[in-house]
Every structure is written in C-alpha cells, then in structure tokens.
C-alpha cells in the first residue's frame, strides 16, 4: 500500500513563511494528482492546491499569490511553499494521493496522510 507522511510543520508569525513536505512510499504503478488539504477546528477541510502528473497547479483563492505547491520526482515528495502567512492559515495540512493505481487490474483508490500542524500567532 501507499504511504503519505507530512513533515515540516511549526509555529511561525504572522508576515512569516514555511514549506511543508509530504513524501510517498509504497508500492503503486501511477498517481493521477497530489494535493494539500487543511482543516482547522470548527471548520470544513478545504483543497488549499493540487499538482497532476504533468505539473498543472491550482490553487484555493484564499491562498493564491501566496503558496506554490511543486514536486520532486526524484523523491517522491510534494512541497507546499507557504508565504505570508495569516493567523486564518493555522490548520493541520494533509497531503492527498488521488486515484492511485497499485495494480493493472485493481480500483484505484485515494490515500492520505496524517497532518501536520501549521499554526500562525498574530
């Protein structure tokens, strides 16, 4: 199975910047799009960006012009960049694997991690 792990979150000020990594592992043959979720307490998660395969972008309004999500294929890992953070931007960030193929026969499936903590002071 597939495996996401998120790392690279911390506590920053407000006006500060931050990346967050999420790295995958496992054994699956394709991913058709990596994608960065937030959820904070009381609140719907939201898709804050998402990268498909050949590197389109798109971004939630609330954080375009601020965050760049990219990727190392290299490593198997997707970066989000967040600069300019706001104290609305505190949430843990998951990272999310959409349609990942394991088999040639099989269902795809979504997979996800679990989070990491971005909280931004005033």
């Known amino acids: 199975q597939v495996q996401l792990v998120e790392s690279g979150g911390a506590l920053v000020q407000a006006g500060g910047s931050l990346r967050v990594s999420c790295a995958a592992s496992g054994r699956f043959l394709s991913i058709t799009a990596m994608g960065w979720y937030r959820h904070a307490p009381g609140k719907q998660r939201e898709l804050v960006a998402r990268i498909t395969g050949d590197g389109s972008t798109n971004y939630a309004d609330s954080v375009k012009g601020r965050f760049t999500i990219s990727r190392d294929n290299a490593k198997n890992t997707v970066y989000l960049q967040m600069n300019s953070l706001k104290p609305e931007d505190t949430a843990v960030y998951y990272c999310?694997?959409?349609?990942?193929?394991?088999?040639?026969?099989?269902?795809?499936?979504?997979?996800w991690g679990q989070g990491t903590q971005v909280t931004v002071s005033s």
């Open positions: 999310n694997a959409e349609k990942v193929r394991t088999s040639i026969l099989g269902p795809t499936r979504d997979y």
